[in-house]
């Protein structure tokens, strides 16, 4: 839990600097890049939450794994190392994420089908959440065969579900009563 606020502590702090500095889509980009590197490379996401490895390791290979990124990214960087709070890494590039698209008024948007989304149905998808949100949307698809058919909407807290396994435990409830 401190963490998670640590963590939105640290984001806050980056999107104010990268907005001040007239560089947020760069720094974007960047904590783009570094969140999903570290979802897609378990020895790195291990390496960072490893406790045995001294901070100065960690900062100097992220520095080089990340050599490309702005000088912002790096400050971060050093500030986890004088801090010694590499840990908390992942949840600072999710959080800004989080704030960076509330702040461009982008919205993510979960849909959940047990097949893949083709464009039509994408764009009825987008259509309807319109009517909901003023925001941008960003469609994301979740395949999961478990749901059978039908959908999952989710969108921020709020979550729709047309799922037919969701119906299917619905008249099973109904009829055991």
């Given at each position: 839990?401190?963490?998670t606020?640590?963590?939105?502590?640290?984001?806050?702090?980056?999107?104010?600097?990268?907005?001040?500095?007239?560089?947020?889509?760069?720094?974007?980009?960047?904590?783009?890049?570094?969140?999903?590197?570290?979802?897609?490379?378990?020895?790195?996401?291990?390496?960072?939450?490893?406790?045995?490895?001294?901070?100065?390791?960690?900062?100097?290979?992220?520095?080089?794994?990340?050599?490309?990124?702005?000088?912002?990214?790096?400050?971060?960087?050093?500030?986890?190392?004088?801090?010694?709070?590499?840990?908390?890494?992942?949840?600072?590039?999710?959080?800004?994420?989080?704030?960076?698209?509330?702040?461009?008024?982008?919205?993510?948007?979960?849909?959940?089908?047990?097949?893949?989304?083709?464009?039509?149905?994408?764009?009825?998808?987008?259509?309807?959440?319109?009517?909901?949100?003023?925001?941008?949307?960003?469609?994301?698809?979740?395949?999961d065969?478990?749901?059978?058919?039908?959908?999952?909407?989710?969108?921020?807290?709020?979550?729709?579900?047309?799922?037919?396994a969701?119906?299917?435990?619905?008249?099973?409830?109904?009829?055991?009563?």
């Amino acid at each position: 839990m401190s963490g998670t606020r640590a963590a939105i502590r640290y984001a806050k702090a980056f999107l104010d600097l990268a907005i001040s500095a007239g560089n947020e889509q760069e720094v974007y980009k960047d904590m783009a890049l570094i969140s999903s590197t570290i979802k897609g490379n378990e020895e790195l996401n291990n390496f960072i939450q490893n406790p045995t490895i001294s901070v100065s390791v960690k900062e100097s290979a992220l520095t080089e794994v990340f050599a490309n990124t702005t000088g912002l990214i790096k400050s971060l960087f050093r500030l986890l190392f004088e801090n010694k709070r590499f840990e908390i890494l992942e949840e600072i590039v999710s959080q800004y994420i989080a704030l960076s698209d509330e702040s461009n008024c982008l919205q993510l948007v979960k849909v959940t089908t047990a097949t893949p989304m083709d464009s039509a149905l994408e764009a009825k998808v987008s259509a309807k959440i319109k009517e909901f949100s003023d925001k941008k949307i960003t469609i994301v698809n979740i395949i999961d065969p478990s749901i059978i058919g039908g959908f999952i909407l989710r969108i921020g807290d709020k979550q729709y579900n047309a799922s037919l396994a969701n119906s299917l435990q619905v008249l099973k409830k109904e009829l055991s009563n």
